[in-house]
């Protein structure tokens, strides 16, 4: 079947769509959610390039997930200290808060609070460097998940680039990715919130 003989809806204007119209977008949407755990993975496989760390990417999400493994965080969280740097893929210049997005319809929003804002909880390590100020989370010093997006910094992200740290192997994390990232999983969005 070629592309011009696939089913497809019948408008050009989303005002003018019929249910009927809706329920086959609804299936390609069911299937594009069914995927989506392969094309995570695929990010995954594609970080492992050099970017000047001594571990590559892939190695850094490996190595600081298997940390929050050992460390018997939930499930969740081992899969989100897993994939906390996918946005480097999309969007490198705001990748905590594209990895968050990404994720936030399959997890807590502890969790998605800890990943969006842990790029800027990494400042306190190296903004003095680069003559910005190091001390910038505190502005959310009182926000109940400080203390947790601190902890992911120091115990899972901040130390995981070390080329002799023993990682468990894509393959070991790839059924936590599936069962997280599971389409069963998508809370409904939050149109208050998401007006568009």
């Not at 594009?32 to 492992?48: K, N, T, Y």
Request: include cysteine; charge should be negative.
């Amino acid at each position: 079947m070629t592309e011009k003989q696939l089913p497809t809806v019948g408008f050009t204007k989303m005002a003018e769509g019929t249910a009927q119209d809706y329920e086959l977008l609804a299936t390609y949407e069911d299937a594009e959610l069914a995927r989506f755990p392969d094309r995570v993975l695929g990010w995954l496989r594609d970080m492992d390039d050099h970017t000047g760390y001594q571990v590559t990417r892939l190695e850094h999400s490996l190595q600081a997930a298997t940390r929050a493994y050992h460390a018997g965080e939930d499930e969740e969280t081992v899969v989100c200290v897993l994939l906390h740097d996918i946005g480097d893929m999309l969007a490198p210049a705001n990748h905590s808060e594209v990895a968050a997005a990404v994720l936030r319809p399959y997890v807590s929003e502890r969790n998605y609070w800890v990943l969006k804002h842990h790029g800027v909880f990494q400042g306190v390590y190296w903004f003095h460097h680069v003559g910005a100020d190091p001390d910038t989370r505190e502005r959310w010093a009182a926000h109940p998940w400080y203390q947790d997006c601190v902890d992911f910094c120091a115990n899972y992200d901040q130390n995981s680039f070390d080329p002799d740290y023993p990682s468990k192997q894509l393959e070991f994390f790839e059924p936590m990715v599936r069962r997280i990232l599971a389409p069963e999983r998508v809370k409904a969005p939050d149109l208050a919130e998401h007006p568009g």
